[in-house]
């Protein structure tokens, strides 16, 4: 089975970084994605990892360590419009085995 | 066309109605996807079709019943529901099962009463 772990709310400042963590336990590890989604919407890729590292795209970048089963989402410059929820998804170890998504992080971003 | 379309955006049905949710793309993608996401809840994969065969039913009762009619086309048809199952269901997308960029419809925003 998976099991995948993102804190349910953050706040931060407009302006501001923050980091939203994820870990999992999966029988296989074939990647990890980032989806923004916003209320009603649906949600959009960020990011994908699947080799230990920090890969970075415009203000969102992603960290990834295999070996203790965490990621992170790190977004900088912070803005009104990165209020949303952030979910983590996970790939276990078959290549065709659909992404299954972690509860989602609220992020609400105040002035 | 780099969108997945669904539609309708909202739908309200009884639970003795007979309803089909639709979904569409044109990227040429060959794996289709149901979702279903409850408030503040992520997304529950229902269904995955790989070149419009079914490859994983994730014990979905048969009050749901998906259809791939062809390579650009996904359907969910829903018979006699329960109010449980009101939800927003999300389609989605990839070149094929083992491509990680899924490309998510804006749903359908389904109230059963």
């Known amino acids: 089975g998976q099991n995948i772990d993102q804190p349910t709310e953050m706040t931060a400042t407009e302006g501001a970084i923050v980091q939203i963590n994820c870990t999992y336990q999966t029988s296989g590890f074939n990647g990890l994605f980032w989806y923004q989604q916003h209320a009603g919407e649906a949600p959009t890729f960020l990011s994908y990892n699947v080799l230990d590292g920090l890969e970075e795209k415009g203000r969102f970048s992603s960290f990834l360590s295999r070996s203790k089963g965490y990621s992170y989402l790190l977004l900088k410059e912070l803005q009104m419009k990165d209020s949303a929820s952030y979910l983590c998804?996970?790939?276990?170890?078959?290549?065709?085995?659909?992404?299954?998504f972690g509860k989602g992080t609220r992020l609400s971003v105040i002035a | 066309d780099t969108e997945v379309t669904q539609t309708p955006k909202h739908l309200v049905m009884g639970m003795t109605n007979k309803k089909s949710l639709k979904c569409e793309q044109h990227?040429?993608?060959?794996?289709m996807y149901w979702y279903k996401q409850k408030a503040k809840k992520p997304p529950e994969l229902m269904f995955v079709?790989?070149?419009?065969?079914?490859?994983i039913n994730e014990s979905v009762p048969s009050r749901f019943s998906p259809e791939c009619p062809n390579s650009s086309l996904l359907n969910l048809h829903l018979h006699a529901l329960q109010p449980e199952d009101s939800a927003l269901y999300l389609c989605a997308s990839s070149q094929d099962q083992s491509y990680y960029g899924y490309t998510f419809g804006s749903g359908t925003r389904l109230t059963v009463v």
């Open positions: 990227m040429g993608h060959r794996a």
């Open positions: 079709y790989s070149y419009e065969k079914l490859s």
């Open positions: 998804a996970v790939r276990d170890q078959e290549a065709n085995t659909p992404l299954v």
